[in-house]
């Protein structure tokens, strides 16, 4: 059988400084919802060790789908939901079904999509988790950020170029902005965690 796998090197360097931040921020109990699990190596590494929680892999792309059910085949933990196709943007994401077996939804953890999409999904990401998560649901946003309009590396200068370079719309994104667009959503900003390689965490809540 063709093995579908896809493998992003990055996930192996930061999968376990993720794993030590969400481990102090996970709740105790439900479903933590990844939004946009891409090749599924966050998946099946952080799943396992993140037990009695539930994890539940998304993506939008079909091939990622594919590369997540694929990754989950070969490392499985009984915790790992099979992944659903999920975009951001749509006005109701398939956990919101009323058939969705997994509920009740009370994290969703998202890596390194905002700045390399348009903003909207940003948009859709906050209104989404906005919808889903009750009262004290978190949400964990990781990647780059700007701080007060200014990179905090020299590195993301080059690196929000090259963004640019495919597609003007994508870039690193100011952490204000973000709050701004949670705060629409009454998730608030609540923590914020320097992760290696000039990335963060930062830790949203339902008010
Ligand atoms: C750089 S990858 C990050 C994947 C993974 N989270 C990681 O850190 O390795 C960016 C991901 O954002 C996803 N993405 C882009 N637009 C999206 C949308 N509208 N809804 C959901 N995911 C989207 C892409 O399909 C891709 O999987």
Known sequence: MTDRRQFAPATERNRTPILETLKAWLPESGTV????????????????????????????DPEQVNSVTDWIAHSPSENLLPPVRLDVTAAVWPVEAAD?????????????????SPWRTAEGLMAGAGRILSEGGRLYL???????GEHTAASNIKFEAWLKSLDPEFGVRDIEAVRTEAAKHNLLHKA????????????????
């Open 100 to 116: 969705y077996m997994d509920h009740p939804i009370t994290a969703i953890f998202n890596a390194n999509m905002i700045h390399i």
């Open 192 to 207: 914020t965690k320097p992760m290696p390689a000039n990335n963060f965490m930062h830790m949203f809540e339902k008010a």
């Open 142 to 148: 990781y990647g780059p950020f700007k701080i007060d």
């Open 33 to 60: 919802l990844e939004v946009a699990s891409g090749s599924g190596e966050h998946a099946v590494f952080l799943a396992p060790n993140v037990k009695p929680l539930k994890w539940q892999p998304s993506n939008f």
